[in-house]
């Protein structure tokens, strides 16, 4: 008789599970990445080319390229003075003055492969802060047979 009476007594079991605690994980990570989210975006957007897209052969007549020199020099190829380093002040008037006329105008950046890294994104950062909404950068493409 114990034995029954114990059966009787013993409540069914329940086969629901709690979600509440998953909410609030949930949640959590929601704020997380609405926080996060607007400091990843920030830096210097590039255009790096795909290894299936095809590129430009060369850079269009319309776009304007600032070239760094090994020295690290600013040279653009807009004005008479093309062949003359310009400063960080000077490239950003320049390119100013191009994107107010023309928005869409692509902005491409030709680096030595000897010049300091920091150089080349200060020049895209200086086109950015001109208003360029795309900076491309050009290379050369690998020989046949070299990885």
Known sequence: MLKSSRRQ????LLAEINIVPYIDVMLVLLVIFMV???LITMGVKVN??????G???SPTTESVVITVDASGSYFIDIGTDKHLP???QALHDRLKLVLDHKRETPILV???HRVDYGRV???MVIAQTAGAP???LITVPPERGNP
């Open 9 to 12: 007594r013993r409540r069914p």
């Open 36 to 38: 996060t989210a607007p």
């Open 48 to 53: 790096l080319p795909q290894e299936k897209a």
């Open 55 to 57: 590129g430009l052969a």
């Open 86 to 88: 310009t400063g960080d």
């Open 110 to 112: 030709r680096a030595d």
């Open 121 to 123: 994104v200060r020049a």
């Open 134 to 136: 795309d900076v491309g």
